[in-house]
């Protein structure tokens, strides 16, 4: 496999290039970027040859129509870049794999589905969920019938309040402008999820929410608009002060500063978007959002994601005719409760090393095993994802005009 990849940031680069370069065969040969740090750095990781690093997209299309030097993409750029990039991958004919959303406008997400329909290489959507482990055995004691026929979900994405300060109100996803809006570009795997537990279509969809806390009104008296100038740098729990050297947000070091110098860090934060108070950043999307779900077969659920939580995690209960299964992916704990009996059943899930849970390593196994000819991998193409996105875009139809949206595929 000669892979290019095509958005160098934490997903491309760190979540499935470098899990992808670890089996056999498997060469990096290209990369395309439009900041010349992030190709710097997956240049000297993957050894990239001058002649295929690419900060122009045409550039890169121009070349590799010309001499084919790759036969698998990796797109992971801003989700208002998916569409042009896709359709070219998809007339080159390339293995594709595509971060997820797959567009943030609706008519586009149709215009790959369709054009990806029938496919004959692989193409796969970055709804990582469906490949984990916990959500895998979930899924595996409802269809063994443990809780007996399905009537409801309670679905719940905990964004952490700190995750959520830095991508959705300082960070690349906190404009529904420039982006996607919340529900689309943080929970579109969580609609995959219900799909994927249920087994059904969606009928009807009801949501609400709105941008309530990070906004001017509630920024502290005295408070300045940067972290690093403020009266509140060492008491505020949304401070940058030491959140990227030995806070929680350790691990996005390098997107916040790809020198990993004390100098570059604090000019970042000086002037850039991850030094801002979090009451006075460009951000417009949802803070907190709640949506109720009308299935096929009278089962409902009910799925609702926040800012306010401690930690990142999700969390759900399932309820049968027979039973109820209560989880939460922190933990890795399945818990079962039949009705009838004094004793639960308590699975401990093996977590798998990586993001979501194991999930990115396990969708880039599925994906590699894929491109070899184990198409049964594919858990999440074209035609899979479709659904989960058009949820997306009918949840934010019935937040802003506050109406119940009947589903419609097409």
Same mark, same amino acid.
């Given at each position: 496999?000669?892979?290019?990849?095509?958005?160098?940031?934490?997903? #491309?680069?760190?979540?499935?290039?470098?899990?992808?370069?670890?089996?056999?065969?498997?060469?990096?040969?290209?990369?395309?970027? @439009?900041?010349?740090?992030?190709?710097?750095?997956?240049?000297?990781?993957?050894?990239?040859?001058?002649?295929?690093?690419?900060?122009?997209?045409?550039? =890169?299309?121009?070349?590799?129509?010309?001499?084919?030097?790759?036969?698998?993409?990796?797109?992971?750029?801003?989700?208002?870049?998916?569409?042009?990039?896709?359709?070219?991958?998809?007339?080159?004919?390339?293995?594709?794999?595509?971060?997820?959303?797959?567009?943030?406008?609706?008519?586009?997400?149709?215009?790959?589905?369709?054009?990806?329909?029938?496919?004959?290489?692989?193409?796969?959507?970055?709804?990582?969920?469906?490949?984990?482990?916990?959500?895998?055995?979930?899924?595996?004691?409802?269809?063994? #019938?443990?809780?007996?026929?399905?009537?409801?979900?309670?679905?719940?994405?905990?964004?952490?309040?700190?995750?959520?300060?830095?991508?959705?109100?300082?960070?690349? @996803?906190?404009?529904?402008?420039?982006?996607?809006?919340?529900?689309?570009?943080?929970? !579109?795997?969580?609609? *995959?999820?219900?799909?994927?537990?249920?087994?059904?279509?969606?009928?009807?969809?009801?949501?609400?929410? $709105?941008?309530?806390?990070?906004?001017?009104?509630?920024?502290?008296?005295?408070?300045?608009?940067? !972290?690093?100038?403020?009266?509140?740098?060492?008491?505020?729990?949304? $401070? &940058?002060?030491?959140?990227?050297?030995? #806070?929680?947000?350790?691990? @996005?070091?390098?997107?916040?500063?790809?020198?990993?110098?004390?100098? $570059?860090?604090?000019?970042?934060?000086?002037?850039?978007?991850? #030094?801002? !108070?979090?009451?006075?950043?460009?951000?417009?999307?949802?803070?907190?959002?709640?949506?109720?779900?009308?299935?096929?077969?009278?089962? $409902?659920?009910?799925?609702?994601?926040?800012?306010?939580?401690?930690?990142?995690?999700?969390?759900?209960?399932?309820?049968?005719?027979?039973?109820?299964?209560?989880?939460?992916?922190?933990?890795?704990?399945?818990?079962?409760? &039949?009705?009838?009996? *004094?004793?639960?059943?308590? =699975?401990?899930?093996?977590?798998?090393?990586?993001?979501?849970?194991?999930?990115?390593?396990?969708?880039?196994?599925? =994906?590699?095993?894929?491109?070899?000819?184990?198409? *049964?991998? &594919?858990?999440?193409?074209?035609?899979?994802?479709?659904?989960?996105?058009?949820?997306?875009?009918?949840?934010?139809?019935?937040?802003?005009?506050?109406?119940?949206?009947?589903?419609?595929?097409?």
């Amino acid at each position: 496999m000669k892979v290019a990849v095509v958005g160098c940031g934490n997903r #491309g680069h760190e979540a499935y290039a470098k899990e992808l370069i670890q089996y056999e065969g498997v060469e990096i040969v290209a990369a395309l970027d @439009w900041d010349q740090r992030k190709l710097d750095k997956v240049k000297k990781e993957f050894n990239i040859s001058d002649e295929y690093i690419f900060k122009d997209e045409k550039d =890169f299309f121009d070349k590799l129509e010309k001499e084919k030097f790759a036969d698998t993409i990796i797109i992971a750029t801003y989700d208002r870049e998916h569409y042009d990039i896709t359709m070219k991958a998809l007339d080159m004919n390339l293995n594709i794999l595509l971060e997820k959303p797959i567009s943030p406008i609706r008519e586009e997400v149709l215009n790959i589905a369709n054009k990806a329909k029938d496919y004959e290489k692989v193409f796969m959507i970055c709804h990582v969920l469906r490949y984990s482990p916990f959500f895998r055995k979930i899924k595996e004691l409802i269809d063994e #019938g443990a809780i007996g026929e399905l009537i409801n979900i309670n679905h719940n994405e905990n964004i952490g309040y700190f995750h959520f300060a830095h991508s959705f109100v300082r960070g690349n @996803w906190r404009n529904s402008v420039e982006s996607s809006p919340l529900i689309l570009q943080k929970s !579109c795997h969580d609609m *995959d999820i219900l799909l994927y537990l249920t087994g059904k279509m969606p009928k009807s969809i009801s949501a609400y929410g $709105s941008l309530t806390y990070f906004k001017e009104e509630n920024q502290p008296e005295g408070a300045a608009d940067r !972290c690093l100038s403020c009266k509140y740098q060492d008491s505020c729990i949304f $401070s &940058v002060k030491d959140f990227y050297t030995i #806070g929680r947000g350790r691990g @996005w070091r390098a997107v916040v500063d790809p020198k990993i110098t004390d100098e $570059s860090l604090k000019k970042a934060l000086e002037e850039g978007p991850y #030094g801002r !108070c979090v009451f006075k950043s460009d951000n417009d999307v949802c803070d907190h959002q709640s949506i109720a779900i009308q299935f096929e077969d009278e089962v $409902s659920a009910t799925f609702n994601l926040s800012a306010f939580a401690k930690d990142v995690h999700r969390n759900i209960k399932i309820q049968g005719t027979k039973g109820e299964i209560i989880a939460d992916d922190l933990t890795q704990e399945i818990r079962v409760n &039949v009705f009838g009996k *004094d004793e639960d059943r308590l =699975f401990k899930v093996n977590n798998m090393f990586g993001g979501h849970g194991g999930s990115d390593r396990a969708i880039i196994k599925a =994906f590699y095993d894929a491109c070899n000819g184990s198409v *049964d991998e &594919v858990k999440t193409g074209a035609m899979e994802s479709l659904a989960s996105h058009l949820m997306c875009f009918d949840a934010e139809k019935s937040r802003k005009e506050k109406l119940m949206v009947e589903y419609n595929k097409y």
